[in-house]
Each structure stands twice: as C-alpha cells, then as structure tokens.
C-alpha cells in the first residue's frame, strides 16, 4: 500500500517558469489537500477536493490551480512561478469528515 | 478564524526524561479535533496523537499523552522516557468537526525539539 505518492521531491524553477506537481493515492479517499510549508512554519492550504471533479480554495490559493478528475490524482499546477512560491508542498487525503489525515513526502520547490 | 500557538519555538530535553510542549487555541466551535504532528528531519508528517473536542478523557498514545484543558483552550503534549527518535518538529493542528465545516487543518509554528545523549 504506497498512501500518498507525491512527485518530484525537488525541483528548481525559473522565474515565470510552469510546473505541476503530482499527487496521487491509492486509498480510495475522497478528501485531498494541497499544503505549502514555509521555512519556520507551519502548513497553510492552497487547495482541497472533496470528490472527483470538485474543488475549492483554501487559505493561499493565488498562483495556483488543480484539477480532480479521478478521485485517486490531485495535480497542483504552478503557472507564473515566483520566488514567492518557494516551499515545501503537501499532498494529503483522507477518507472523511472524521478521520486523519494521511501525507505524502513531499516535494521541495526552489524558484530562482 | 480559528489560530492556534506554540510558544515555545525550540525546547530541549535528556534522553530518557518528559518533556511537555504547549499549545494553545482560539476558536469558538464546539465540535474539532486537536493533533499533534512530528516533522523529522525527512520533512515527512507523521501523527503522533490526537484528541476529540466531545470527548473529556485525555488521548494517549505509548510513550506520548495530551493534557486537554477545554475551557483554557489549551493543547499541550506529553513525552515520556524521550528518545532520541524524538527529536524533531512538533506542530499542534486544529480542525473544525462540523459537517460543512472549514476543511482548513490550521497549524502552530511548531516547536523544534532537540533530544541530548
């Protein structure tokens, strides 16, 4: 059972560059978050979905998008990036309301 | 808005001893749950612990415990006989319980704790 797959673990981009970040779950849960971590603190919610083809912002959407189109991928697309948006990215599901969160290893993005 | 503290940016304890880190909350929901999580050096979120709103008995897993005071708001964890796989980032989180709810997990600072030999 692999959980939360996140990939690539880092990666370097320039600025105005695009990327996407890949995640995927083979847990079959319903709920999937995308987290950012900057150095010396906590996670903040970009995005999350509650189901295929479902989506909603969380507390610091700007500069990014998603999609869910099947219930095991949540793809965080960058397009524009900006040093702005250099951090740690998170993946994580879970089954439902009431259960915990389950995270993915992360990927280390660097704009320069 | 939910926030939540951790007021102690880095604490350190000796192997083998407890150390206890604090947290705090502000929110003014009834039904959320509380965590704990422990970053590593890998960066990988582990769950250590977590604890229920409704429920008044205090969580406990192994070697870890909360202290949950839910009129003082207050959150903090409990690690006994540390080891020095303790060693690393530890962030409170906050979650709304309510149907319909925030889906936001707010997170603490967190604090670094270093474990010595």
């Known amino acids: 059972n692999a959980g939360v797959t996140q990939t690539p673990k880092f990666r370097i981009l320039k600025i105005g560059q695009s990327m996407t970040l890949q995640c995927t779950q083979d847990m079959n849960h319903n709920y999937m978050y995308w987290y950012r971590q900057d150095p010396g603190m906590g996670l903040k919610l970009i995005y999350y979905s509650v189901g295929a083809g479902i989506t909603d912002k969380g507390e610091v959407p700007n500069g990014y998008n998603v999609s869910r189109s099947t219930t095991e991928d949540f793809p965080l697309r960058l397009e524009l990036a900006a040093p702005s948006q250099t951090s740690v990215y998170f993946c994580?599901?879970?089954?439902?309301?009431?259960?915990?969160?389950?995270f993915g290893n992360g990927t280390r993005l660097t704009v320069t | 808005a939910q926030t939540v503290t951790q007021s102690q940016p880095e604490m350190s304890v000796q192997e083998a001893e407890t150390v206890t880190l604090s947290c705090t909350y502000d929110?003014?929901?009834?039904?959320?749950?509380l965590f704990w999580y422990k970053q590593p050096p890998s960066r990988q979120m582990i769950l250590v612990i977590r604890?229920?709103?409704?429920?008044?008995q205090n969580a406990t897993e192994n070697r870890f415990s909360v202290n949950f005071q839910k009129a003082a708001k207050s959150f903090s964890l409990k690690i006994s006989d540390s080891q020095l796989g303790d060693a690393a980032m530890y962030f409170c989180a906050y979650r709304s319980g309510t149907q319909g709810g925030s889906e936001k997990l707010v997170f603490g600072k967190g604090t670094k704790l270093t474990v010595n030999p």
């Open positions: 994580a599901s879970r089954t439902r309301v009431r259960s915990p969160l389950h």
């Open positions: 604890q229920e709103a409704y429920k008044q």
């Open positions: 929110t003014s929901e009834s039904d959320y749950y």
